[in-house]
């Protein structure tokens, strides 16, 4: 996530310098805290959240925790992802809906900070999640914004309640009345109310909203926030929380490359939890909030439990187990790759994915120049194929080629970069599949694998004999096409004749004795 980008590199900086110190003395916490209040400054942390923050971690390392750990380093680091999971809200909250159907939900916040936007993308996932909702076009103060909510949810496939056209005309507080009305009625079980915002704070807007919080009594007010309007997120959020009150916060626009305080410092400030979390530009680039997810973001320590559960929702099981199959049979073609590459665009942006991983720090230059339209690129070359070319790609000679470049837009020379890259990718998964280990390119053949090696080199052919006079006898028969088959058969381990029926008992008493030395 581009946000926390530069907060996680000061961080991971400032935990370095801590490694490899048995013990830490209390110029060396000192230090250490200075830098994390530095890094938390610059990226806009309200100043009171801090001091408090820096304070706790402060007085937990030099704590017994810390002194009698057998690594202090990780100890500090846990101290940090600790404090930070408190001022992002400890546990994360869901929604609560109410016992009598519809829920209303309310959403609250400045124009500009993507409310319009993030009500489809609530609409979306609460859909998901099995429930009926229906959109409420109570903004009709902003230009096009019943027309703008109109669209967003033909585009998440939930019904959209606009009696008004909007532009400056229209009472909200009686749409969002008869909305509820039209709920009861409908069945629809969850209401989701878009109001007016304004370009700042103002007597007027926190009136409008709250005769409107007052005339509907919703179940939830969600107040959204751009995550990248730093400090001013703090005094925001406190007059929307003085003049109408909110039960929990939404971050909008948390793929961008601001600082990031308004998240660090929103819930510390108005007690008030983060409940969800807009990454990116599409409706679903949306999730749920978990503060302990979120630090160990921050701290480059990965988000794996999201990646798992997001790759859970979007992958179908049966398919997988089949193409696994494919693999290890040799079967796997074009048209299963097309398939496989629709269902990782489903997951979002791959780049946030990659992000989630532990130590993505470290990869953080490869994410920045991560080409996201590749893969529209290679559904559109697979696309361009017809059904024989995809199962069989063997057939795809020079013309087939040329005409498959011309139909999606691009070169031949990217089309024979997709086949060269399936069918290594292919090899390598079939190695896999079989239980071995593929050889990746640039890196050679990896010890002790099955697939891939090298080729062994031919033995040499020649004597092993220890006596310097019977090898070089044996590399002169060898020389005169003889071969030495009959000449070892008639020996022994020891250099003696072979006897009809096999070894003595004393030679075998002398075998015996010589393994057991």
Same mark, same amino acid.
């Given at each position: ?29 000192d ?7 530095r ?19 402060? &007085?937990?390392a ?17 101290i940090?992802? %600790? ?7 400890? &546990? ?19 124009q ?41 949810? &033909? ?5 959209v +309640?606009?009696?008004e ?8 507080v009686?749409v969002?009345? %008869? ?8 069945? +629809?079980?969850?209401?989701? =109310? ?8 103002d ?7 709250a ?7 919703? !179940?939830?007010?969600?107040? =959204?926030? !751009? ?7 703090v ?10 009150d909110?039960?929990? =916060? ?15 410092? =929103? ?19 949306? &999730?749920p909030?978990?503060? !302990? ?10 988000d ?34 097309l398939g ?27 994410? %920045?120049?991560? %080409? ?6 290679t559904?559109?070359?697979? @696309?361009?194929?017809?059904l ?5 790609p ?29 069918e ?7 190695t ?16 002790? @694998? ?8 031919p ?12 090898r ?18 008639a020996g ?19 075998? @015996?004795? +010589?393994?057991?030395r």
């Open positions: 996530m581009a946000l926390f980008g530069n907060l996680t590199d000061r961080l991971a900086d400032t935990f370095k310098n801590l490694r490899g110190k048995g013990k830490l003395s209390p110029a060396d916490v230090g250490t805290v200075r830098e994390i209040r890094a938390l400054l610059d990226a806009d942390v309200a100043l009171e959240v801090v001091k408090e923050f820096t304070g706790r971690v402060r &007085e937990r030099l704590g017994d925790e810390v002194s009698k750990a057998l690594n202090p380093a990780q100890q500090v680091v846990q940090v992802n %600790d404090e930070l999971i408190t001022i992002l809200g400890g &546990e994360a909250r869901r929604i609560e809906f109410a016992k009598n159907p519809p829920t209303v939900i309310m959403l609250a916040g400045l500009g900070a993507g409310k319009t936007t993030l009500a489809g993308k609530l609409a979306k996932w609460l859909k998901a999640e099995g429930h009926t909702p229906m959109l409420v076009a109570a903004d009709l103060q902003r230009p096009n914004a019943v027309t703008q909510l109109q669209v967003v949810g &033909e585009q998440a496939g939930v019904t +309640f606009a009696p056209p909007g532009n400056g005309k229209g009472d909200p009686r969002a009345k %008869d909305a509820i009305k039209e709920a009861t009625r409908k069945q +629809f079980d969850v209401v989701i =109310v878009d109001t007016a915002g304004r370009l700042g704070v007597a007027e807007l926190m009136k409008q909203a005769n409107l919080r007052k005339a509907v009594d919703p !179940d939830e007010v969600l107040f =959204v926030i !751009d995550a990248m309007i730093g400090q001013d997120a005094t925001t959020a406190r007059a929307f929380q003085e003049g109408v909110f039960t929990g =916060v939404v971050l909008s626009k948390l793929d961008g490359d601001a600082r990031g305080g308004a998240a660090l410092s =929103v819930a510390s400030v108005t007690g008030r939890p983060i409940m969800f979390a807009s990454t990116g530009e599409g409706l679903d680039d949306f &999730e909030f978990h503060p !302990d997810r979120m630090a160990s973001r921050i701290l480059d320590l990965g794996i439990l999201t990646l798992i559960e997001t790759a859970q929702k979007n992958f179908d099981e049966e398919e997988s187990r089949k193409v696994a199959e494919k693999f290890a049979t040799d079967t796997f073609t074009l048209e299963d790759f496989q590459m629709q269902q990782l665009k489903n997951m979002g942006s791959i780049k946030n994915m990659l992000g989630m991983l532990p130590g993505a720090k470290g990869m953080r230059e490869q994410l %920045d120049n991560f %080409d996201e339209s590749e893969i529209t690129r559904e559109a070359i697979i @696309q361009s194929m017809t024989q070319e995809r199962r069989v063997k057939v795809l000679n020079g013309s087939r080629r040329v005409r498959i470049a011309k139909g999606s837009g691009t070169t031949v020379t990217e089309v024979n970069a997709l086949v060269n890259r399936f290594q990718a292919a090899k390598m998964m079939k896999v599949a079989r239980g071995g280990t593929p050889q990746i390119p640039g890196m050679g053949p990896i010890p002790g @694998q099955k697939f891939g090696g090298a080729k062994a080199l033995k040499k052919k020649g004597s092993k004999s220890g006596n310097p006079a019977k070089a006898a044996e590399n002169a028969a060898l020389a005169a096409g003889e071969s030495l088959k009959p000449a070892a058969a022994s381990g020891f250099g003696l004749g072979a006897k009809p029926g096999g070894p003595s008992e004393e030679e075998l008493a002398s075998l @015996q004795k +010589f393994l057991g």
